[in-house]
């Protein structure tokens, strides 16, 4: 089953949208547009029907998160109103007290209002967390045991999830998390003779065939928009 990406031109990419349910990694470094692209799905997808939840690891407040997606143009005050969209600001402090505790935030908190479509920004954030019980940090391929836990809730609800993260470019195959998710998107953004260039380019798709290549894009007022070559 397909689910759209809500993003102009990215869905002919993924020959078709997104594979539902499934765990995508959005990656690139700071001011790529992986927020920009997530929060962009997330309010069109609730514009059309579905119930969508922001998790942001930040620590940044939901007023100022709010804040902030406001100057975006495809932000809808009323998609907040209706609760169809809703936003959640995990604090240092819960992701400090460990796994356990930011699993039970999650699964209390966001999976209970049945959410079709999740993004969590930035992922990347959990490779500072500890054991709960045990108060101390993670060792070996425990990490990874607690996000293929913690990935495997929303697979088995049907969720399309979406994660960000902190990672540039040329450093994605050798990362731990392009074993963890189903696709990997790529955000890249370089400053050239001829100003500001971005691409997008799939790095994997578990069971789908996509474009492959560095897709142009940019950021205007309703959000990304994917160039034709």
């Known amino acids: 089953m397909r689910s759209s990406a ?13 594979i539902l349910p499934s765990n995508i990694l959005i990656a690139g470094s700071a001011g790529s ?18 119930r ?18 406001r100057q975006l ?16 600001s995990i604090n240092t402090d819960i992701i400090a007290k460990g796994d356990f505790s930011v ?40 990490l990874r045991a607690f996000v293929h836990n913690l990935f495997q809730e929303f697979e088995d609800r049907g969720i399309l999830l979406m994660v960000t993260g902190e990672i540039p470019h040329g450093s994605i195959t050798v990362s731990p998390w392009s074993y963890m998710v189903d696709t990997i998107l790529s955000l890249e953004r ?21 474009i492959p290549g560095r897709h142009p894009f940019v950021i205007g007022p309703e959000g990304i928009e994917i160039l034709k070559k």
């Open 6 to 18: 809500f993003v102009k031109g990215l869905d002919d990419i993924l020959c078709g949208g997104f």
């Open 33 to 50: 547009g992986k927020t920009n692209l997530c929060l962009q799905s997330l309010f069109n997808a609730s514009k059309v029907g579905e």
């Open 52 to 69: 969508c939840a922001y998790i942001s690891l930040l620590s940044g407040s939901r007023e100022k998160i709010i804040l902030t997606t």
């Open 73 to 88: 143009g495809f932000f809808d005050q009323e998609v907040l109103a209706s609760g169809m969209l809703a936003i959640h």
């Open 103 to 142: 699993f039970e935030y999650i699964t209390e908190q966001v999976l209970s209002t049945s959410p079709t479509r999740v993004v969590i920004d930035t992922v990347t954030t959990l490779e500072a967390i500890g054991s709960t019980f045990e108060e101390r940090e993670f060792r070996g391929c425990e």
């Open 190 to 210: 370089n400053t050239t003779l001829h100003g500001l260039e971005r691409h997008l380019e799939v790095i994997k798709m578990r069971g789908s065939d996509f």
